[in-house]
């Protein structure tokens, strides 16, 4: 078990969330990691990247899809 799915699980056990909701999959964490690196290195402020992430987790609650934020951010591959 890695620490963000332990992290995820301790989570979901104290909020009675569905642990299965906070699972994150191998390609959002790609995403996400490579958000936060845009984030910190176009601003130079490494803070920016979890603040980032988190805008992006709520955004993707409300019903975003996370490969449209990417663009949105990364603009085209």
């Known amino acids: 078990m890695t620490w963000i799915s332990e992290v995820s699980s301790r989570l979901a056990a104290a909020t009675g969330l569905d642990a299965g909701a906070l699972a994150v999959s191998e390609t959002d964490a790609d995403t996400l990691l490579r958000l936060a690196a845009v984030a910190a290195h176009e ?4 803070t920016n990247a979890p603040i ?22 990364e603009g085209p591959r």
């Not at 601003?43 to 490494?46: F, I, S, V």
């Not at 980032?52 to 019903?63: M, Y």
């Open 43 to 46: 601003t130079g402020d490494r």
């Open 52 to 73: 980032l992430c988190h805008v992006l987790g709520r955004a993707v609650a409300l019903g975003a899809p996370l490969e449209d934020l990417a663009r949105m951010i």
